[in-house]
């Protein structure tokens, strides 16, 4: 049976802005509309980010919102520097792993070696009935 486990959302506000008590409430009305709409299956846990310039001093060290008992999802507020730090790490190290993996080898030799692997047989052509 194919069902979620894992919901990404990431809202983006525009640039500038400044991510206060709505935009969370905003964000907090979002994971409760999926979680409970009925066209999921499954029970999915819901990770959500609210990203934008700045946070309002207001919401303090309430960045985090936990939703549902039990706890069935979560929305994080986050700076677009946050997340581009993030993504930056994540991304070196891939970089890293890339660079030692195709050392001394050439974009041609690369797509040769692409291009040299077996193809996967496709299962679906039509076939005589005798």
Known sequence: ?????????????????TIGRDELT????YVDDLLNCGLLDGDPY????VVGHRF??????????K???????????????Q???TAQQRLFKLKNELNTRYKGLTDE???Q??????????????????
């Open 113 to 130: 070696k692409v291009l040299d692997e077996p193809e996967q047989m496709n299962l679906f052509e039509a076939t005589e009935s005798a």
């Open 26 to 29: 905003q964000a907090n009305n």
């Open 46 to 49: 819901i990770n959500a980010y």
């Open 56 to 65: 309002d001093s207001r919401i303090g060290n309430s960045r985090i919102r």
């Open 83 to 85: 997340l581009v730090r």
């Open 109 to 111: 030799t690369i797509v």
């Open 67 to 81: 939703v549902g008992d039990p706890e069935k999802g979560r929305i994080e507020v986050i700076t677009y520097s």
């Open 1 to 17: 049976m194919v069902t979620m486990r894992r919901i990404l959302l990431i809202e983006l506000k525009k640039g500038k802005s």
